[in-house]
């Protein structure tokens, strides 16, 4: 029980700017097998959205405390998947062939399809959750407590599913390079779907549906453009497929 504790801890750490025990040791291989905790770090960083949320709009409008709460969460994990999805926008959008676009992905620097698309997404997170605090402030934060560890289980399958194709081995996400045992697997998925528990059956089913199509498009995407996938591709799936769990309860809504 310490081991798995000190590689949830080693997961926390790793995608997120949340203080860890001293006494958690790390390795790269700690973090290889940490992978399993990824949807489980969701829980935590959904609970940060939520909590912040439900006290933001104590005070202010929902639409700013929207905001708000996006702003802590990314504070909390140090734009981390931000950064991903933003450098996958200007690889997969300006790069012709896959050594170009693995080599515009490595570039700090943001380009344009980097910033239209950040802009983009933040925007349609934030308008998406705006709409569902029309349904209720708790609305708003079932839904974070739900899309953040399954849309971190979307990222954990393609680890499962895809080849690794970063040949640099400086490179931060190369130490997840490993595809999962059946058993981290399913520690993996159980803690990505016990959430949507929280969530009305229909609304479940639309947004783990939402959240599928989303991986499933960026899994082809990647693998047609890469052969696989980078450390900035698990942070762009990780937004998209966020961005899919809110529009697919939404959608949701239209039918009931």
Known sequence: MRYQLELFFTALGFFTRLP??????WSPERLNHAARFFPLVGWVVGAIGAASYLAFVQLLPPALAVLLSMAVTIRATGAFHEDGWADACDGLGGGWDRLQVLTIMKDSRIGSYGTAGLVLMLLAKAAALVELAAHGNLQVALALLAAHPL??????????????????????????????????????????????????????LAALTATAAA???????FARRLGGYTGDCLGAAQQGSELACYLGILAAWNFI
Do not use: C, N
């Open 151 to 204: 849309s971190r289980l979307a990222s954990t399958s393609l680890i499962h599913t895809m080849q690794y194709v970063r040949e640099d081995e400086s490179a931060k996400s190369k130490p997840l390079a490993r595809r999962l045992s059946a058993t981290e697997l399913v520690v993996a998925a159980v803690f990505g779907l016990a959430p949507l528990a929280l969530l009305a059956p229909a609304e479940a």
């Open 215 to 221: 991986t499933l498009w960026a899994a082809r995407v």
């Open 20 to 25: 860890v025990p001293a006494w958690v040791p």
